[in-house]
């Protein structure tokens, strides 16, 4: 049981490079989110998903996109870096509530925009 | 709008000190839940505890309480006779309707 795993922890990019962050859990989670974190100012919800086929947007979802094709998978997209986008990014996954409804948070990926 | 304020940055203190670390938060909404997560230095979330708004009981989990008061929109955690092992920071969470507002955090050392 890994949990949620993220790949890749590690990552440099040029600035106007795309790619693309893997998150996947093991836990048959129905709700999926991504997350950045930056010095200071805690984590702030990207986009997040409540099924297999559905994403929305959270409180910074600009310069972002999703997908959510299995239900274990949710892709993080950057199509354009931008130095802005220099930040720690967490995927997370939980229950749909009233069950246990804690999330559990992978790893993170460092994510640097040259 | 939601919101969640953690006005201490940091906070230093001896082993076996208590220490309560503040939570307040801001919403509309009359159905909503309070999380607690620790980011030791290691840098992973670990989730601590969860509350909804219809649940005003405090909770003790060991060294760890948490006293939830609607009142004041506050959700605010004790650590009892810390330990060097509690380092790390601390981050309060609101959850509406899937969306969920982090605090900004407050670092906690705890010195030997």
């Known amino acids: 049981n890994a949990g949620v795993t993220q790949t890749p922890k590690f990552r440099v990019l040029k600035t106007g490079q795309s790619m693309t962050l893997l998150c996947a859990q093991d836990?048959?989670?129905?709700?999926m989110y991504w997350y950045r974190q930056d010095p200071g100012m805690g984590l702030r919800l990207i986009h997040y998903?409540?099924?297999?086929?559905?994403?929305a947007k959270g409180e910074v979802p600009d310069g972002y996109n999703v997908s959510r094709l299995k239900k274990q998978n949710f892709l993080l997209g950057l199509e354009s870096a931008a130095p802005s986008q220099t930040s720690v990014y967490f995927c997370?996954?939980?229950?749909?509530?009233?069950?246990?409804?804690?999330?559990?948070f992978g790893p993170g990926t460092r994510l640097t925009v040259t | 709008a939601q919101k969640v304020t953690q006005a201490q940055t940091e906070i230093s203190v001896v082993e076996k000190e208590d220490v309560t670390l503040d939570c307040v938060y801001e919403?509309?909404?009359?159905?909503?839940?309070l999380f607690w997560y620790k980011q030791p230095p290691s840098g992973e979330l670990v989730f601590l505890i969860r509350?909804?708004?219809?649940?005003?009981q405090n909770e003790i989990s060991g060294r760890y309480s948490w006293n939830f008061q609607k009142s004041t929109s506050s959700f605010n955690f004790t650590i009892t006779a810390s330990q060097v092992v509690d380092s790390a920071v601390y981050f309060c969470?609101?959850?509406?309707?899937?969306?969920?507002?982090f605090g900004s955090g407050t670092k906690l050392n705890v010195k030997p």
């Open positions: 998903s409540v099924g297999e086929g559905t994403t």
């Open positions: 836990m048959n989670h129905e709700y």
């Open positions: 509350r909804n708004s219809f649940d005003e």
């Open positions: 969470a609101l959850d509406n309707f899937n969306k969920f507002y």
């Open positions: 997370a996954s939980s229950f749909a509530p009233p069950r246990a409804y804690e999330q559990y």
């Open positions: 919403t509309r909404d009359t159905t909503y839940y």
